[in-house]
């Protein structure tokens, strides 16, 4: 399979611990990106890389969170000090940069108790 | 900041019956995207449409963007109980192209029934 990975597929966590998150995007797309879904809403954009330069952050993307794209191949985000309203579904997406269209893994469903 | 609104928000209908779910925006979009999204699972790519006007099929399904590519309809003939799931459309916009990440609506839940 081809396609974009994520790793974990569930995680739960304590309030207060970190947790990361691991994405390989198609092998053959510059770019990656984070998404934030919650229950009954459409993913929300975080940050995005371009190979390994993160071009864009939204103002969702708190201090508690940070990603990264060493070598512009797999990526990582990482949450410190979880909070509750932290839970939610991470999506990671990736593409080239001359089309449009961006393929999704199957997320990383986080949970904060 | 390009909002996309979608709706309905939720439908339900019988299986063998037809629906249109829209999306609309204020903003002009170089191109619109449609996902289709199962419980626990991510986003599936549909269809892109790029050409204001432009109409793509899909087996039973319809996409068609405006010709001010500011809003899509996507149209389900004789639905399905596997058409079931979040219809997300989603667009880069035309003055953010090449830059952009996709900005997504809400999401038309559509529940078929048998």
């Known amino acids: 399979d081809t396609g974009v990975s994520q790793d974990p597929r569930h995680k739960i966590t304590k309030r207060g611990q970190n947790v990361t998150f691991r994405c390989d995007p198609i092998?053959?797309?510059?770019?990656l990106y984070w998404y934030r879904q919650t229950l009954g809403q459409g993913p929300e954009f975080l940050t995005y890389f371009q190979n390994e330069a993160q071009l864009e952050k939204s103002r969702l993307l708190s201090d508690r969170f940070s990603a990264e794209r060493p070598k512009g191949s797999f990526s990582t985000l990482e949450i410190q000090r979880t909070e509750q309203g932290d839970s939610a579904m991470y999506l990671c997406?990736?593409?080239?940069?001359?089309?449009?269209?961006?393929?999704f893994g199957q997320g990383t469903r986080l949970t904060v108790v | 900041t390009q909002l996309l609104e979608q709706s309905p928000q939720f439908l339900s209908i019988q299986e063998g019956e037809n629906l249109t779910v829209y999306c609309n925006s204020s903003?002009?979009?170089?191109?619109l995207q449609w996902y289709r999204q199962e419980p626990g699972e991510g986003p599936v790519l549909l269809v892109t449409v790029v050409t204001g006007g432009e109409v793509k099929k899909l087996k039973r399904l319809t996409f068609q963007f405006g010709d001010a590519r500011k809003d899509s309809s996507l149209h389900i003939t004789a639905a399905q109980t596997g058409d079931t799931g979040l219809y997300l459309c989603?667009?880069?916009?035309?003055?953010?192209?090449?830059?952009?990440?996709?900005?997504f609506g809400s999401g038309t839940r559509l529940q078929v029934q048998p």
């Open positions: 997406a990736s593409s080239l940069a001359i089309v449009p269209e961006a393929f």
């Open positions: 092998s053959e797309h510059n770019r």
């Open positions: 903003s002009v979009f170089s191109s």
């Open positions: 989603a667009g880069s916009s035309r003055e953010d192209t090449g830059r952009r990440a996709l900005t």
